[in-house]
C-alpha cells in the first residue's frame, strides 16, 4: 500500500528562519510522482512542485528548494528567511501513474501547518 | 481564464435534505474529482470521473453520488445529507496520466454545514 507522511503536525518559527518540512512516502512502485501543496489561510490548495521518481536531482524556486531521496524515501520541503505571507498548510502528495493499487489516484500527507510569526 | 469554479461557496442545510455542490471546468480536462476536507483526516477522495460518463468510487463515497454528462461540469449531491458530511469540499481536476498531466487544480472550496 502507498502512504504519505507528514509527521510535523504544526511547526511555529519567527519571521527570516529557515523552516524545513518533512515529507517520508512509501510505495513498491518504481515510476512515481510526488508534489507539494500549499494551503494559505484562504482556504484554496495551490500547486507547488511535481518531481518524478527518477529525477533526484534538488529543486530551488526562489526561497523554496525540495530534497528528493530516494534512499530514504523522503522528499523534504525548505524554506529560508521564511515570511508571514509563508503561513499555510502544506500538503505532501504521492501518484503512480501505473498502479492499480492506488487507483491512479493522488495519496496524501495530513499536512503540516506552517505559522511564522513576525 | 476561468479555470475551475465551485458553487455555492457557502451552504447551510438541514439533515435529511439533498444538496447538490457544483464544479466546472474551462480546461476540458479529461479527469475530475470530489474531496473533503476534515481536520484530521486531511484531505479524503470521494468520487472521481476520469472521462465523460466514466465515473468512479474515491475512499468516502457513502452518502454521494456524482454524474458526469459533459466533460466540463462534475456535480456532488448529497442525498440526504448528515451532520458528518459537515465538511469543505474540494473539486479538483487534471489534464491525464503522466509526467505534466498529472498536476491537480483545484477549485475554491465549499464550505457545507448541515444543522
Known amino acids: 500500500a502507498q502512504k504519505v507522511t507528514q509527521a510535523q503536525t504544526e511547526i511555529s518559527v519567527v519571521e527570516k528562519e529557515d523552516v524545513t518540512l518533512d515529507c517520508v512516502y512509501e510505495t513498491r512502485d518504481t515510476t512515481y510522482y510526488l508534489f507539494w501543496y500549499k494551503q494559505p489561510p484562504s482556504g484554496e490548495l495551490v500547486f507547488l512542485i511535481r518531481?518524478?521518481?527518477?529525477d533526484e536531482q534538488n529543486e530551488i524556486s526562489g526561497r523554496y528548494s525540495w530534497n528528493f531521496q530516494k534512499s530514504t524515501s523522503s522528499f523534504n520541503f525548505t524554506i529560508t528567511a521564511s515570511q508571514v505571507v509563508d503561513s499555510a498548510v502544506y500538503f505532501c502528495?504521492?501518484?503512480?501513474?501505473?498502479?492499480?493499487?492506488?487507483?491512479?489516484?493522488?495519496?496524501w500527507g495530513a499536512g503540516t501547518k506552517l505559522i511564522i510569526k513576525p | 481564464d476561468a479555470g475551475i469554479t465551485q458553487s455555492p461557496r457557502y451552504k447551510i442545510t438541514e439533515t435529511g435534505r439533498q444538496v447538490t455542490l457544483m464544479c466546472h471546468q474551462t480546461w476540458s480536462h479529461s479527469y475530475m474529482f470530489w474531496y473533503r476536507q476534515d481536520l484530521g483526516h486531511g484531505l479524503r477522495l470521494i468520487y472521481y470521473s476520469a472521462a465523460a460518463d466514466i465515473t468512479d468510487k474515491g475512499e468516502v463515497p457513502d452518502g454521494y453520488v456524482v454524474s458526469r454528462s459533459k466533460t466540463e461540469n462534475f456535480p456532488l449531491t448529497l442525498e440526504s445529507a448528515t451532520r458528518s458530511q459537515t465538511s469543505v469540499y474540494f473539486c479538483?481536476?487534471?489534464?491525464?496520466?503522466?509526467?505534466?498531466?498529472?498536476?491537480?487544480?483545484f477549485g475554491s472550496g465549499t464550505q457545507l454545514s448541515v444543522l
Open positions: 502528495a504521492l501518484t503512480s501513474p501505473k498502479s492499480r493499487d492506488s487507483n491512479y489516484q493522488l495519496i
Open positions: 479538483a481536476s487534471k489534464k491525464g496520466q503522466g509526467r505534466d498531466n498529472e498536476k491537480l487544480f
Open positions: 518531481r518524478n521518481s527518477f
